[in-house]
């Protein structure tokens, strides 16, 4: 009797056949696999020098006002917040800025010194009921030139206006009636 075939040719073969076509497949995809390959990154900006930044700051800080909510602290010569303004809306708010002061030297001093409640931004806070000023800016305008004022309230609004920021998230400029056209 005759042996019985071998499939072990037929094995080797089939296997040749399979290993080629996986061969082919890896061939076609890798320049697919090239061609879908991101670009490499594109290097960071250069930083902008002196003056480009400085411009750049300017015109982002102008940005960011022109979008800001904008409170009116109005302040009588006789050192009290007279009135509040908001979009149209005035309200007299007749708060005392300074009180005597027992101390000869002093004469008068800045109650908002004394009473964080009683700094301007507390009180425009207060006054149209918000929690805080986040993102607002609040401009503090004397009714009076600087030199006409008490030393004691000019000093103290200067000093509320630095505060602003740190306890109601606010930017506070003071506008006296001098710097303004």
Not at 40 to 66: E, F
Not at 67 to 76: D, E, Q, S, Y
Not at 103 to 128: E, I, K, N, S
Not at 141 to 148: C, G, I, L, S, T
């Amino acid at each position: 009797m005759p042996p019985p075939p071998s499939l072990t040719s037929l094995l080797d073969v089939l296997f040749i056949l399979v290993f080629a076509a996986l061969v082919q497949l890896a061939a076609r995809q890798a320049p697919a696999a090239a061609e879908a390959a991101p670009p490499p990154p594109a290097p960071p900006p250069a930083p902008l020098a002196g003056a480009a930044l400085r411009q750049a700051a300017i015109d982002a800080t102008t940005a960011q006002l022109a979008g800001a909510p904008l409170l009116v602290a109005r302040i009588a010569a006789d050192g009290t917040l007279a009135a509040l303004e908001r979009d149209g809306d005035r309200r007299a708010l007749p708060v005392p800025l300074l009180t005597a002061d027992a101390d000869p030297d002093v004469g008068v001093a800045y109650v908002g010194d004394r009473a964080a409640a009683q700094r301007v931004c507390a009180l425009v806070a207060a006054g149209f009921g918000l929690a805080t000023l986040r993102d607002a800016v609040v401009v503090i305008a004397p009714d009076a030139p600087r030199a006409a004022l008490p030393v004691a309230l000019v000093a103290g609004l200067e000093r509320d206006a630095e505060r602003c920021h740190p306890e109601q998230h606010a930017l506070a400029l003071i506008l006296y009636p001098e710097a303004t056209p």
